[in-house]
């Protein structure tokens, strides 16, 4: 495997389920990334991890929870989703937390029933 | 006023058009800025940094005007293969905390 993966690639869960995103980075970067992305509205910085130490988002509501195992691996874990919470998740990775170009990942599409 | 603005297009253009996409940024103190490419269903892509100087690649130029606090890109004898959305990405700081995308301008080359 190479570049940037997730896992899986399309998620359908209910309001009351709880599932797990799963990214893991083979470019050996120090830092990574979740953004989602609606339709029809620009990507949004979720959380940032960076040599396994997260920086905050406070906009994130807190049944979104990212954990960050060792600097390859990077998941969020999902519960008691909204319909609105459907969108794209995006995974990227960059070399240092410094302002480096991000490679993404192929995303997940979740969708919010 | 929002950090990152783009027109959202679509630009529709025959094959081989010169075709050029703006972009604003609000925050000064802004540090680097890329272009990103998005194909419909997928995920956003490097195009090329943005460096003060201006760079080309190929048939893609970028030009960064700090005055007016904005960025161009130029794709010059566009190719049917260039149709997708150009996202405009601005960092405020020397963090990826800052890391801003703008909303895409998306671009049809037609036949």
């Known amino acids: 495997e190479t570049g940037v993966t997730q896992t899986p690639r399309h998620l359908v869960m209910g309001m009351t389920n709880k599932k797990s995103l799963k990214c893991e980075q083979h470019?050996?970067?120090?830092?990574m990334y979740w953004y989602k992305q609606s339709a029809k509205k620009p990507l949004e910085l979720m959380f940032v991890?960076?040599?396994?130490?997260?920086?905050e988002n406070n906009s994130v509501p807190s049944r979104f929870s990212p954990e960050c195992p060792n600097s390859s691996h990077l998941f969020l874990h999902l519960h008691t989703l909204q319909p609105e919470d459907s969108a794209l998740y995006l995974c990227?990775?960059?070399?240092?937390?410094?302002?480096?170009?991000?490679?993404f990942g192929p995303g997940t599409r979740l969708t919010v029933l | 006023r929002k950090e990152v603005e783009q027109d959202p297009g679509p630009f529709n253009v025959p094959e081989g058009a010169t075709v050029a996409f703006n972009c604003t940024y609000s925050?000064?103190?802004?540090?680097?800025f890329f272009w990103y490419r998005q194909d419909c269903r997928k995920e956003p892509k490097l195009l090329m940094s943005?460096?003060?100087s201006g760079n080309e690649d190929g048939r893609f130029t970028a030009q960064l005007n700090r005055a007016s606090q904005y960025i161009s890109l130029l794709i010059r004898d566009s190719k049917l293969s260039d149709s997708a959305t150009y996202l405009c990405?601005?960092?405020?700081?020397?963090?990826?905390?800052?890391?801003?995308f703008g909303p895409g301008t998306r671009l049809s080359v037609l036949p």
């Open positions: 990227a990775s960059s070399q240092e937390f410094r302002g480096d170009e991000q490679f």
């Open positions: 470019l050996g970067h120090n830092a």
């Open positions: 991890y960076s040599l396994e130490e997260r920086v």
């Open positions: 925050n000064s103190a802004s540090q680097s």
């Open positions: 943005v460096y003060s």
């Open positions: 990405v601005v960092n405020s700081d020397n963090y990826g905390q800052n890391f801003v």
